[in-house]
């Protein structure tokens, strides 16, 4: 197996999708661990400024698969280019980011390449000559232990937030990789991309989450949600049925049917603490529960618990955090 860890890029506009950094993140430690190298791989027709940001982050090199063909993504192309980059260039392993785009192709590239896959790894340890792959099973209730079987190549995608970014003090070279171009065949046809409305946010970048769950009782009381959000300068999230209510929008929604976040900062308020949110906001760094049931299973997993009426906590926790402000 060829000594080369490869991590597949992914940018939006321009610029590098800030879950990529996180699979180089994965990536390097996967290299350090192996005694293989890092390199950064990006399938695009143009690079914009994602190929140096990637640069930075402490790979070797950063290898841009560059075609007019990869200007719209369609997982026949990018599964083409990747393998046929792969197929001569023979890497060990594969990173991706989990994220919707990968998970969209990496099990045909898989496939075109005879290799394993494993999926939404959270983490990752050697036992003697074998990696022990750790990933969430049954909806994040459970964890998996999983070793491959065979010398084939590995394909490999780590959940959002398990392993955070870093920039390195050294800047890797950026070079061209080129590949057969009759294996960049698009198989969708691409008729427009609609961008998310300016309103809307992406949760995914916020370093301070204000999520509610029912516990809040109704729109009535989502004032005091919005100015203790306003005091923090955080973004306001919600557990499903809080969406399902309609007392937010959709796209505010995290869990397993929404979004997966890994804030510096994030504040559960009236969330009990269900598995299909908790595999949304696990990865948060440091987590602070309010919640007027003091076994409410989001305790479990936080670092501070407030036990208490919300509508109460709320209002006294907005002006302390002004007054420390101030």
Request: hydrophobic share 45%; with cysteine; net charge negative.
């Amino acid at each position: 197996m060829a000594n080369r860890v490869w991590i597949l890029l992914q940018h939006r506009g321009t610029g590098l999708h800030p879950m990529s950094a996180e699979a180089i993140a994965a990536g390097v430690k996967l290299a350090a661990l192996v005694g293989a190298e890092a390199e950064a791989i990006l399938p695009c027709a143009d690079p914009g400024s994602a190929a140096e940001e990637a640069a930075a982050f402490g790979v070797a090199r950063v290898r841009v698969i560059q075609h007019e063909k990869l200007s719209d993504y369609t997982p026949g192309a990018f599964a083409g280019a990747i393998s046929a980059a792969a197929a001569a260039d023979a890497p060990g392993w594969i990173v991706l980011p989990h994220s919707y785009q990968s998970v969209d192709y990496m099990p045909r590239l898989a496939q075109l390449l005879d290799a394993a896959l494993v999926p939404e790894v959270v983490s990752f340890r050697q036992d003697g000559e074998a990696l022990i792959w750790t990933r969430p099973v049954f909806g994040g209730k459970l964890q998996s232990d999983v070793r491959v079987k065979g010398a084939g190549p590995i394909v490999v995608s780590v959940q959002s937030g398990a392993f955070p970014a870093t920039r390195s003090d050294t800047t890797a070279p950026v070079e061209q990789l080129e590949v057969d171009a009759t294996r960049i065949v698009p198989d969708r046809e691409v008729l427009g991309v609609e961008e998310v409305a300016g309103e809307q946010v992406d949760l995914t970048q916020a370093p301070i989450i204000v999520a509610v769950g029912r516990g809040i009782g109704g729109t009535e009381n989502m004032d005091k949600v919005e100015a203790l959000a306003e005091a923090l300068g955080a973004e306001i999230g919600a557990s499903r049925p809080v969406i399902d209510s309609g007392w937010l929008p959709r796209d505010r929604q995290i869990g397993s049917s929404g979004q997966t976040v890994a804030p510096k900062l994030y504040l559960a308020v009236g969330i009990s603490g269900a598995i299909q949110h908790l595999v949304g906001m696990k990865g948060s760094r440091c987590v602070v529960a309010i919640n007027k049931d003091p076994s409410a299973p989001i305790f479990s997993i936080s670092r501070y618990g407030i036990v208490g009426d919300l509508l109460e906590v709320l209002p006294a926790l907005t002006e302390a955090v002004r007054a420390a402000k101030s």
